[in-house]
């Protein structure tokens, strides 16, 4: 049984750092790509960082957030890190990680293409 479980994020002013952690368990994950979501209450689901399981250690950022975070793995950790800089208030969301289904050719930024969830982690950014 697949599970994914957030930890870390926090209260940040604004100009700190952050980070977040998705510990991924009872997986045979390959390529699929592991993603970091985000999500105010009245708004969709947004995509913010992706990265494969394997292979490739090609990142992918949401222009919101380029330059200012970076995501990584440590697959011996069975971890995916979201490392969080120069935070802003507009960054304040429940951040989640998921995972796809199957290994997909191309990166999707799509909350439907992703079929594991976290439970969510709370980062408030006060101004």
């Known amino acids: 049984q697949v599970q994914l479980v957030e930890s870390g994020g926090g209260l940040a002013q604004a100009g700190g750092s952050l980070s977040v952690s998705c510990a991924v368990s009872g997986h045979r994950f390959t390529r699929h790509i592991i993603g970091w979501f985000r999500q105010v209450p009245g708004k969709e689901r947004e995509f913010v960082a992706g990265?494969?399981?394997?292979?490739?250690?090609?990142?992918y950022l949401a222009d919101s957030v380029k330059g200012r975070f970076t995501i990584s793995r440590d697959n011996a950790k069975s971890t995916v890190f979201l490392q969080m800089h120069s935070l802003k208030p507009e960054d304040t969301a429940v951040y989640y990680c998921a995972a796809e289904q199957s290994p997909g050719i191309a990166l999707s930024t799509m909350p439907l293409h992703y079929y594991y969830w976290g439970q969510g982690t709370q980062v408030t950014v006060s101004s």
């Open positions: 990265i494969r399981w394997s292979g490739s250690s090609r990142t």
